[in-house]
Nanobody, 118 residues
């Protein structure tokens, strides 16, 4: 069984920080890229950040300068360091992994809730 295991979500005050992690557990395929999306109730899923196995990153303008994505290829784990959090960052954050031959495998985590509130 292959799944993405997410952790690090929770409740934080504005201006605070959280670090999310996501590990591809039980993977039998090559993980080429991993990243993060988020979705607030009633809104479209929003791209946040992605990183390839070669270390190339892509970060959404809405979080650039505040969020940093990193990856441990040996562990098939991706991290999202979130600083200077704002209430509008409140959402369910989903981990995504792409891999396999020709990137035919596309997996999603179950999501972890991030709530930014006083």
């Amino acid at each position: 069984q292959v799944q993405l295991v997410e952790s690090g979500g929770g409740l934080v005050q504005p201006g605070g920080s959280l670090r999310l992690s996501c590990a591809a557990s039980g993977s039998i395929f090559r993980v080429n890229a991993m990243g993060w999306y988020r979705q607030a109730p009633g809104k479209q899923r929003e791209f946040i950040a992605f990183i390839t196995d070669g270390g190339i990153t892509n970060v959404a303008d809405s979080v650039k300068g505040r969020f940093t994505i990193s990856r441990d290829n040996a562990k098939n784990t991706v991290y999202l360091q979130m600083n200077s959090l704002k209430p509008e960052d409140t959402a369910v954050y989903y981990c995504n992994a792409q891999g396999g031959t020709g990137n035919l495998v596309n997996l999603w985590g179950q999501g972890t809730q991030v709530t930014v509130s006083s």
